[in-house]
């Protein structure tokens, strides 16, 4: 394996380490072996992790100088002989840091004299010092399914993150169905906590509710924490799901289709409030093709879900090639409006790509046409406006009457819940203009009392970004003005020559309260 660098528009790549030969039944070098995951930076120190070789066979932590300068091991994880080293062994994660000292996860080992071996979760400064066990996974139990099962998790193959004192992270396995958890420990070691056990799964297609197997780690925002699942939901496939940093609140934002992606393996970047991520595979299964992974951007409350790529499809045969890549089980970067990400085979050799997607994160313009802000009105006849890009609007009436006192109509009557979804009634949108769908009740002039009111659009683009516009109208007082009628089959000073009367027709209007007769 090696570490690179590479300019972010393709130019300038270089080699900043070779890692050596492994050797030996237990696989051990000088330096580690298979890198399998991202990198930290700190000043001009890159920090990572290698899952095999060291001294012992069982993976390293190391550093290197971004030029390529000053490689150094900071840690020589235990021996992979069949025994289980206290220390922990297979890094699968990469590392984070705070302060002086790095974090990270070891897939296997641990206090091997309460048998807790299952996983470990480790502190280290970045001078090499000060190795410490925060958490050694707890002794498995094989249930009535032949599932390992316990308290707090097995396998952590993810990296953590750290909030204050606090770190979180998954485990692929373990928990109180077998099926992956959702874990906080404080970084001193104490405090460890199982925010979520991911639930049972149904044979034969491994469905559930909030998914399984989350092998990549987290990202937070608020008091949420964001993650992937590679299997379970709805149809077996992987999800996206939110918990609280206290362990409640566990939502599934996203159940995988196939279609729209499989099996996340990565993680997860937020950016405002839309999530990005990648998924090991995608197809259509009806039509029976299949892409080697997607690019996707979900908003945190579950909507707006959108695939941004497919990897295009895989020869069935040696050489796999393809013009971007395949099967996506690094996370992302984002940079400005660009994610850059890996795909572990295809490309122009096969053997995978470094690739960038740049992305709209530009909202859409809403407006009003033809009402505008302060204009007075008699109803609600004319509301309408135009959204700059193709996406969807939906908007809402609020009588203002003071706070707490206002009101907002859900489509049949004014309700009080200003935070009720039902205030926020649907617009179609054809071109780029937006008018309320057909369906849509407005409230009538006899359900609009005089004063003032507040008329708010949401627009969102199909990248989902969204833009919001409010104006400020009101009901004008009562009608003292008289309509307008016209005569137009007889014309002022007609002399009529017959003793019928023409026809008689004309126009009669008043644009506040309509023509009751004429």
Known sequence: GTVFAVNTNGTGFKNLHSFTAISGSLSTN?????????????????????????????????????DGTGFRILHHFGFLDGTFPYDGALPYSGLVLSGDTLYGTTDI????????????????????TGFTILHSFTAAL???????????GIDPEAGLIVSGNTLYGTASAGGSSGNGTVFAVHTDGTGFTTLHSFTSTNTPNSTNSDGASPFAGL?????????????????????VFAVNTNGTGFTTVHHFDFLDGAEPQAGLVLSSNTLYGTTYIAGDLAGGSYYGGTVFAVHTDGTRFTT??????????????????AISEGGLILSGNTLYGTAQIGGSLSFGTVFALTIDVTAPTITFSPLINSQ???????LGGTISEAGSVSFRIQENNGGAADRYWNGSAWITNGNSPSVYLAAQVTGNS????????????????????????????????SATNEILVSRSAADTTPPIVTLDSISPGQILTNNLLPGVFGTASDPESGIASV
């Open 219 to 239: 990202v937070l925002s608020d008091n949420t924490l964001y993650g992937t699942a590679e299997f379970g939901g709805s149809l077996g496939l992987g999800t």
């Open 30 to 66: 000088s330096d580690g072996a298979i890198p399998n995951a991202g990198l930290i930076l700190s000043g001009n120190t890159l920090y990572g992790t290698a899952l095999l070789g060291g001294s012992s066979g069982g993976g390293t932590v190391f550093a290197v100088n971004t």
């Open 434 to 465: 937006w008018s309320p769908t057909n369906g849509v009740t407005l409230p009538s002039r006899g359900q609009t009392r005089y004063g003032l009111y507040s008329l708010r659009a949401v627009g969102t683009d199909l990248a989902g970004n």
């Open 308 to 325: 941004l790529h497919r990897f295009t499809a895989l020869p069935a045969s040696a050489p796999y090639t393809n013009g971007d890549g």
């Open 376 to 382: 007075t009105i008699f109803d609600f006849a004319q």
């Open 142 to 152: 094989t249930n009535a399914s032949g599932v390992f099962t316990n308290s707090d």
């Open 109 to 128: 080992g641990g206090d091997i004299w309460s048998a807790s071996i299952l996983g470990t979760v480790f502190a280290i400064h970045t001078n090499g």
